[in-house]
């Protein structure tokens, strides 16, 4: 079992900058790819970036050159260093957690991120 909470929302102009934080705790050595994802209502959530435990990333058209994703593995945390913010990036972020060996995949409560034009 892991838990994943996700903490750094908030409302911001168009252009600032937001720091997105997801801190796992439970069975944290299950733990492979890692990743961000994005919903607004009655859409399907969205990929925003993923990175593996070596460090390996994946980002979303969209975002390239604005977001960075990053982990920390001995604080069993990742982050999302959002630049240049749009007004389309608006959303409610959500952490995930990929298991080796399982087809499990867990999600934090979610993170509002609110870009203003």
């Known amino acids: 079992q892991v838990q994943l909470v996700e903490s750094g929302g908030g409302l911001v102009q168009a252009g600032g900058s937001l720091r997105l934080s997801c801190a796992a705790s439970?069975?944290?050595?299950?733990?492979?790819?890692m990743g961000w994802y994005r919903q607004v209502p009655e859409k399907q959530r969205e990929l925003v970036a993923t990175?593996?435990?070596?460090?390996?990333?994946n980002y979303a058209d969209s975002v390239k050159g604005r977001f960075t994703i990053s982990r920390d593995n001995a604080k069993n945390t990742v982050y999302l260093q959002m630049n240049n913010l749009k007004p389309e990036d608006t959303a409610v972020y959500y952490c995930?957690?990929?298991?080796?060996?399982?087809?499990?995949?867990?999600w934090g409560q979610g993170t509002q991120v609110t870009v203003s034009s």
């Open positions: 990175i593996t435990k070596r460090g390996s990333t």
């Open positions: 995930n957690a990929d298991i080796w060996f399982s087809t499990d995949d867990y």
């Open positions: 439970g069975s944290v050595g299950t733990i492979n790819r």
